[in-house]
Antibody, heavy 117, light 107 residues
Framework: EVQLVQSGGGLVQPGGSLRLSCVAS????????IHWVREAPGKGLEWVSR????????DYVESVKGRFTVSRDNAKNTAYLQMHSLRVEDTAVYYC??????????WGQGNMVIVSS | DIQMTQSPSSLSVSMGDRVTITCQAS??????LNWYQHKPGTPPKLLIH???NLPTGVPSRFSGSGSGTDFTFTITSLQPGDIATYYC?????????FGLGTKVEIK
């Protein structure tokens, strides 16, 4: 059974840092890209970032470029989203998701990140 | 970035009603469009991929159509478990933008 289990959310002050983890099981982790999607309170879904299967390439939404870094450790079946210089507007539930051919077929359970003083 | 204009933003319906949601892309995205169902406290669930394809296990009352810039999502007969927010999402170009969502509520 494919599973993505997330950890690492929490409360952080503006300007702070946080790292989210996404541990995969039930499939060959190194064969699939991983994406991150967030949902801010009262707002819709927003695509945040993606990383390719071997970790050599990544993309980001403009609002997080230079502050967020996505990475992966295929030996540990884990993807990471490192977030620096966090802003109040980064407050959201963050999801990791596996992308199959061209759609998100499995998702993590979500991690709440609250940026507040 | 490709903008996805989804409408309506909310719908108040009765059980058994037909539900139709539209999504318009700001540029041609061929059939590179997915539809997701999102309920509070749970991750989104894929309902339609590549504009009109139903994943295994998704009930046939859900359907999608369209190509280019105009897309439609339909629930033929609303069931209680269908109360949720629905999103379209394009995967033509990065960033993979979503529509703003359609919240389906009971009348």
């Amino acid at each position: 059974e494919v599973q993505l289990v997330q950890s690492g959310g929490g409360l952080v002050q503006p300007g702070g840092s946080l790292r989210l983890s996404c541990v995969a099981s039930g499939y060959i982790f190194s064969s699939y890209w991983i994406h991150w999607v967030r949902e801010a309170p009262g707002k819709g879904l927003e695509w945040v970032s993606r990383i390719n299967s071997d970790g050599s390439s990544a993309d980001y939404v403009e609002s997080v470029k230079g502050r967020f870094t996505v990475s992966r450790d295929n030996a540990k079946n884990t993807a990471y989203l490192q977030m620096h210089s966090l802003r109040v507007e980064d407050t959201a539930v963050y999801y990791c998701a596996r992308i199959g051919l061209a759609y998100f077929d499995f998702w993590g359970q979500g991690n709440m990140v609250i940026v507040s003083s | 970035d490709i903008q996805m204009t989804q409408s309506p933003s909310s719908l108040s319906v009765s059980m058994g009603d037909r539900v139709t949601i539209t999504c318009q892309a700001s540029q041609d995205i061929s059939e590179h469009l997915n539809w997701y169902q999102h309920k509070p406290g749970t991750p989104p669930k894929l309902l339609i991929h590549d504009a009109s394809n139903l994943p295994t296990g998704v009930p046939s009352r859900f359907s999608g159509s369209g190509s280019g810039t105009d897309f439609t999502f339909t629930i033929t007969s609303l069931q209680p478990g269908d109360i949720a927010t629905y999103y379209c999402q394009q995967f033509e170009k990065i960033p993979y933008t979503f529509g703003l969502g359609t919240k389906v509520e009971i009348k």
